[in-house]
């Protein structure tokens, strides 16, 4: 299945692409072989793949950039013998400044040959406050617990502020993204982040590529375990190397589950190895809920956010008081952490032994 994903980012656009590629190599098992290249525009090499003895498309260690012209970006999708799964960001085509006549054919061949998913976000204030973050910590997703940990950790400690025109800058950029897509693209499906990611795995499996295949094997069937607590558990974790103090419930939901987990992390490393995706399934940063606390004058973007909706009016977005943006947040936070609650301590190897927690960050110890 040829799959491509349009982002402006920070919607969820790395999150689909990789699963929709796992989702592709559990259920057709690698016939058709279906390979992520991730980002189609800043650098693609074909190359002779061991594991398949085969030449494949995939991203060089050390060939990224805007060295390829889109003509020559086409052939290489022309030429190659297997399925891919990608995406196009918004930001890299206006970095390339290719001609419009150059960008009109590589729309063309993309729209004649492509499953085209166009991602949203119904709360764009948020979308806003996601990248001010990035901003910051200069990375766009993290694949590890520590890793995130690194990432993070200041901007922990010390929080941020943001510029209302650095936020209308974002803003303004996702204006012209929706432009983008309504003038080019012959859009299959739209995924919007509110509305899609609870429901992740049903929006990927009822896309009309996979209507060839009967009966399309879950994460449950192949790892034993829902997506949503896998992902939960990813998220979970990831917030160990920060002395979190996690509830009862949530200690006794990772101890239930990290054996499984782990098993899947493996596989999905496996896949990463030979060649199928280039790294991980990315870990959830924050909650809308961590956000507003890491952002020092949040009251004031959004004041900042609603004067932006009120000149601009887009018909995609809406305004939000500091109550119904409280709401918000705190529904989605449930979504990934039990309820609040006094008795909270720190995860230790009582908890989960040592090996174990070291084995779900893809880590080995000696006993």
């Known amino acids: 299945m040829n799959v491509l994903i349009l982002t402006p980012d920070r919607v969820g656009s790395t999150l689909l692409q990789r699963l929709l590629t796992v989702y592709a190599n559990i259920n057709e098992n690698h016939n058709p072989l279906t390979i992520n290249l991730h ?80 991602t949203r976000r119904k709360n764009l204030f948020e979308h806003a406050m996601s990248w001010a973050i990035v901003g910051e910590t200069k990375n766009l997703n993290v694949f590890s617990f520590e890793q995130k940990h690194q990432v993070l950790k200041d901007i922990h400690e010390h929080g941020i502020t943001v510029q209302q025109e650095v936020m209308e800058n974002y803003l303004n950029q996702y204006n012209q993204y929706i432009d983008w897509v309504d003038r080019h693209f012959n859009v299959s499906s739209y995924f919007e982040y509110e509305r899609d990611l609870p429901n992740l795995e049903n929006f990927i499996l009822k896309q009309n590529v996979f209507n060839k295949i009967k009966d399309p094997l879950t994460w449950r069937d192949r790892f034993e375990i829902d997506w949503n607590d896998w992902n939960c558990m990813h998220y979970l974790l990831s917030l ?65 956010y609603n004067k932006w909706i009120s000149v601009k009016q887009p018909s995609y977005a809406i305004a939000y008081s500091p109550e119904t943006l409280t709401q918000a947040a705190l529904i989605e936070h449930t979504n990934w952490a039990s309820a609040e609650s006094a008795n909270k301590s720190l995860l230790t190897y009582n908890d989960i032994p040592k090996k174990q927690l070291a084995l779900s960050d893809l880590k080995r110890i000696d006993d």
């Open 39 to 118: 980002e189609l525009t800043n650098g693609l090499v074909s190359y002779h793949n061991e594991r398949f003895n085969r030449t494949l498309l995939g991203k060089s260690e050390t060939g990224w950039g805007y060295h390829q012209s889109l003509e020559t970006i086409v052939n290489l999708l022309k030429n190659c013998n297997h399925d891919v799964t990608s995406r196009l960001a918004h930001y890299h085509i206006k970095n390339r400044n290719d001609s419009i006549s150059d960008q009109l054919s590589f729309y063309e061949y993309l729209n004649k040959n492509f499953h085209i998913i166009a």
């Open 240 to 304: 160990v190397p920060f002395d979190h103090n996690f509830t009862d419930d949530e200690k006794i939901f990772m101890k239930a589950n990290i054996d499984l987990y782990s098993q899947a992390r493996i596989y999905i490393q496996d896949m990463q190895d030979d060649g199928i995706i280039i790294n991980g399934i990315p870990i959830k940063l924050h909650t809308l809920k961590q956000k507003a606390e890491l952002i020092s004058n949040i009251d004031q973007c959004l004041l900042n």
